[in-house]
């Protein structure tokens, strides 16, 4: 049985292969500042991007909490690759929520389209006969080099002033700028695009709060009734935690080296490495603990109220925080020559700590998000004026 095929039953990602390819190409992937093809491929064959079509459309309709536990496997194996199959993942759940006609027009050719993009308005557009016309400059887009499609926000004039409204622009239809020069997360391929007066037919275009609202027109599946809001975090903080693991992994066998030795030479004691491997993992379990919670209440059944939003927004913040401090942990226990740019345990470290800077893993704005919906249903606590 294929993994494709196996995808399809299993209604979940099959990370095993993709996880051998990915780690295979990650040094000259982050050299090359792009994914691989193959990696690329591989994420594809595994049925990341399909997960989240709507089954109409060959797709799965997956749940979170399996695309969450495939992205998390195959971020110890390459913490890029992983980045670039949960945001496609995802991105693709959100070109469900245009009109019917557009989103078949998406995967006309199958469920395997890769979709990448932008919530950020980088653009703005004009209205014109039948749709839009699209100019614009949008940063930091995840896996565009290998992109079929590109979902992005511009603004839109209105009456009551310029409205965010997204857009499905085909690869044709835009050019990609080399751009990415990220410290860490060099694979992830994360470069500029740029549209000039492309139109877009009104069925591949959709106000964003349709997504921020959670509310599909062509899928009844549950995937596609989540407020967006209670499920961005978590396509950013599962790669992380499939980091951490891999980061725990190396450092365990280095460690383990090292003690082997008759005479380890100068460096912690063993109940120094004993502490470090302790913490780090009973870090590394809480953030998991947490964010298979979040994917659990956007797959559950009842509705996603406003301050489960949050306290999904919360948890992932707080477990992303979690993983950065059992990252430091282990980068800082691990000696220096943990610190060569050869040495594999350095990139988990700069992967970890360029994922966390994502702004919707910020923690403080989480909390401030968090307490307003506590504060708004309690009466002991007033809201701020």
């Not at 993942?89 to 959100?94: I, K, Q, Y």
């Not at 310029?162 to 085909?170: E, G, H, K, L």
């Not at 809001?229 to 599962?238: D, E, H, I, Q, Y």
């Not at 306290?311 to 220096?336: E, I, K, P, Q, W």
């Amino acid at each position: 049985m294929t993994g494709l095929s196996a995808a399809r039953i299993n209604n979940a990602p099959i990370a095993a292969e993709a996880m051998e390819v990915a780690a295979r190409h990650a040094v000259t992937a982050e050299r090359q500042w792009r994914p691989a093809r193959e990696s690329i491929e591989a994420v594809v064959a595994a049925g990341f991007v399909r997960h989240f079509v709507p089954l109409d459309r060959g797709g799965n309709a997956g749940s979170f909490t399996a695309l969450s536990r495939a992205v998390a496997e195959l971020g110890e194996a390459c913490p890029a690759t992983a980045w670039c199959a949960s945001v496609t993942a995802h991105l693709a759940r959100m070109a469900a929520y245009l009109p019917v006609e557009g989103f078949r027009e998406i995967w006309r050719d199958g469920p395997d389209a890769v979709v990448v993009g932008s919530l950020i308005p980088g653009g703005h557009a004009e209205p014109v006969p039948g749709g839009w016309r699209l100019t614009g400059r949008w940063s930091y887009v995840s896996a565009v080099d290998h992109s079929d499609w590109a979902l992005l926000c511009g603004t839109v004039p209105a009456e009551e002033g310029p409205r965010a409204r997204m857009f499905a622009v085909a690869r044709a239809d835009f050019t990609v700028v080399d751009s990415w020069s990220d410290i860490g997360m060099r694979a992830t391929g994360s470069h500029s695009l740029f549209a000039e007066g492309v139109f877009v037919p009104e069925r591949r275009a959709m106000d964003r709060d349709v997504l921020l609202n959670g509310r599909s027109a062509g899928s009844p599946a549950r995937c596609h009734a989540v407020p967006l809001r209670a499920v961005n975090a978590l396509s950013f903080a599962t790669p992380a935690l499939g980091a951490a693991r891999g980061m725990l992994a190396l450092w365990r066998d280095g460690v383990a080296a090292k003690l082997r030795k008759p005479s380890p030479g100068p460096g912690n004691s063993r109940a120094a490495y004993e502490t470090a491997l302790a913490r780090a993992a009973g870090e590394i379990d809480s953030a998991e603990l947490l964010l298979d919670r979040a994917a659990r209440i956007a797959d559950g059944t009842g509705p996603v109220t406003a301050l489960l939003e949050a306290r999904n927004l919360r948890d992932c913040a707080l477990a992303t925080d979690l993983l950065v401090t059992a990252a430091d942990r282990l980068f800082r226990s691990a000696g220096t020559g943990a610190h060569s740019v050869d040495a594999p345990l350095q990139r988990y470290w700069r992967d970890i700590h360029s994922m966390a800077s994502h702004v919707v893993l910020q923690f403080d704005a989480a909390a401030g998000a968090y307490a307003r919906e506590v504060w708004e249903a309690s009466e002991a606590f007033p809201p701020a004026t």
